[in-house]
């Protein structure tokens, strides 16, 4: 057992953790994308930085692959972690606009514009796909190709592989295959609908309608929160 | 290139994952290029996903997945080079050959590829074939050069 500060706060902590897994036993949540428990840290999304060290000296660390060591002082939640966070959605936004998974990250941390030029790529290369045949479905049939702007993830020589067993596990584990709610061709990059979320059947009913735990799903809650706001504002 | 040439090269590493890259390099060395049989084999001596060999093969630009031509003409674009009319001397060798960037001509003499700075900025623009230096080149020096081979 060794002893870290998290948060200002002396906490102990098992040898050979990594800072994630520290994080997440003391209940500190990190948003992750590329971090999986099955496969092995990547570190490629850099969504769960954090700030290790103290003072001017501070840098930021990907936690899934920094262990922990005695004294290491992390902070979680300071500006800087935050606004580093939120440029690597918009960044991860401007690549794949259509993956559900990064617009609900953009929705769930504020991110409600995309400076960035809109590429479309369908692939934020964070190598889950890569991992999951690699280490689970022992297929090793994909991989990185190439480098730099025209990195890529495929199989050998780009034509079918004879070790792929079309288990179907890189799509399965794929962030950005899941496509997102309004489908490939909505009108904006950014959707934040979910930000909008206000159960309208509340309006009707005594009781909250999606019993399911599904909040949203029947869609009824998406209105027009702007209009509400400017009620509220005009009232004031 | 046959398989026991490949199996020399491997032995003379030791069969080891981490001299890939040298043993890619020998491989290309000698076959001057990297055929998709040979990168299958390596795979399965070493004992490692053929998606691993492919990505060392397609990341570094010394290694070619295509046959390439007996003379390998390198033009500079760097930033000194491009400011004194490499892409003209580039698109004057292209038009000789009649090849793009990256290409081998038909009767493999010739390959075309275009690099980012050779370090002899002082010679510029500069176009290296094999491992002779054109220094100061200029679209009219360019047939010249190209009948030297």
């Known amino acids: 057992m060794i002893t870290i500060r998290l948060n200002g706060a002396d906490v102990k902590v098992e040898e050979g953790w990594t800072i994630l897994e520290a994080c997440k036993f003391y209940g500190i949540a990190i948003p992750t994308l590329c971090y999986n428990e099955g496969l092995s840290p990547y570190g490629g999304c850099r969504l769960c930085l954090v700030e290790i060290g103290e003072g001017h000296r501070a840098k930021l660390a990907s936690s899934c692959t920094y262990p922990v060591e005695e004294g290491l002082a992390v902070h979680t939640d300071t500006k800087r972690v935050i606004e580093t966070r939120k440029m690597m959605i918009e960044l991860m936004l401007s690549i794949s606009p259509n993956s559900k998974v990064i617009q609900d990250l953009a929705s769930k941390f504020g991110v409600t514009k995309v400076r960035f030029k809109i590429r479309n790529e369908e692939c934020i290369l964070c190598g889950l796909c890569v991992r999951m045949c690699r280490e689970q479905m022992d297929g090793k049939a994909i991989g990185f190709q190439k480098r730099g702007y025209k990195r890529k993830i495929s199989t050998p020589f780009d034509i079918r592989s004879e070790e792929c067993r079309l288990c179907g596990g890189c799509i399965y584990i794929c962030p950005a295959c899941q496509l997102r709610c309004q489908g490939p061709e909505a009108d904006t990059a950014v959707c934040n609908a979910c930000l909008t979320m206000d159960p309208t059947c509340l309006d009707h009913y005594d009781e909250l309608q999606c019993w399911m735990y599904d909040a949203g799903r029947c869609g009824t809650c998406v209105r027009e929160k702007i209009e509400k706001e400017k009620t509220v504002s005009s009232k004031s | ?149």
């Open chain 2, 1 to 149: 290139m046959d398989f026991d040439r490949v199996d020399k090269i491997l032995k003379a590493y030791g069969m080891k994952e981490t001299h890939l890259v040298s043993i890619l390099l020998d491989i290309q060395t000698e076959a001057n290029f990297l055929p998709r049989e040979i990168l299958s084999y390596v795979a399965k001596k070493l004992g490692i996903p053929l998606s691993q060999v492919c990505r060392f093969a397609t990341f570094y630009k010394a290694f070619s997945l295509k046959p390439r031509g007996r003379h390998v003409i390198k033009t500079c674009l760097g930033t000194a080079c491009h400011v004194r009319g490499a892409v003209k001397v580039l698109q004057t060798i292209e038009r000789e050959l009649g090849i793009r960037d990256g290409d081998t001509t038909r009767d493999f003499k010739f390959t075309l590829e275009t690099v980012n700075c050779l370090g002899a900025c002082a010679l510029g623009p500069l176009v290296v074939i094999d491992n002779d230096y054109y220094g100061q080149m200029n679209t009219t020096k360019v047939p010249k050069m190209l009948k030297d081979y």
